[in-house]
């Protein structure tokens, strides 16, 4: 696990690569969230994280995510399931985290919906839908072709809050080779917009790697892992 101090500054390092990309694009830095992504690292990374300053963070599996919200239950952060959900898994991701941020289908939505009312918290779930890009086989979501209508049956649901898109593009060294597919989701998302008449305040995009290209192309919210928590250990 990386130091306390080396994670502070790891996490400062990030945020002012955020603040420089927000200017070149003209925007306020106060508008790109950075969910950290906590996944195979250990709850006590959490918590360093946290202590300075950190208040979003994302995990990849819920069997692994409850393994450690014990530890960290008493943080008031904001838990994001970014990871690919499987419907069986959907009650248990609801009682777990805050945000659903990879939603792909309607079966997993419904479910979700129908476990967040057996909560009986009168709140929503709030939800992304995950698009797929880049063509690769080992990624999730739905296809941009099947996208508006998986978003108008996803807004019928009462217990779930539909607030914007996600994306997992190929991977690229060169952040540039990127930028197209951050462009073609926040072109999909403005066009989703525009068909279902409200507007989606989330557009999820960019890691470690590509974070700056994805602010210049319009993301609001960046998952960063290894470039706060180090390299992931190899057996978690």
Known sequence: ?????????????????????????SRKPEEILLIGVSKTHPAEAIREAYN?????????????????LTAVADLQATWHLIGHLQSNKAARAAKAFHSVDSVDDWSLAQRLDRAQSEKGTGGKLRVLIEVHMGGEDTKSGVSEADLPELAERVM??????FAGLMCIPPLHENPDEVRPFFETLRKLKEKLEAHIARPLPTLSMGMSHDFEAAILEGSTEVRIG??????????P
């Open 226 to 235: 290894t470039a706060i928590f180090g390299t992931r250990p190899k057996n």
């Open 156 to 161: 019928t649901l009462p217990h779930l809050e």
């Open 1 to 25: 696990m990386a130091t306390s101090s080396t994670i502070r500054e790891n996490l400062q390092q990030v945020c002012q690569k955020i603040e420089a990309a927000a200017r070149r694009a």
């Open 52 to 68: 300075a300053g950190l208040r979003h963070f994302g995990e990849n599996r819920v069997q692994e995510w409850e393994g450690k």
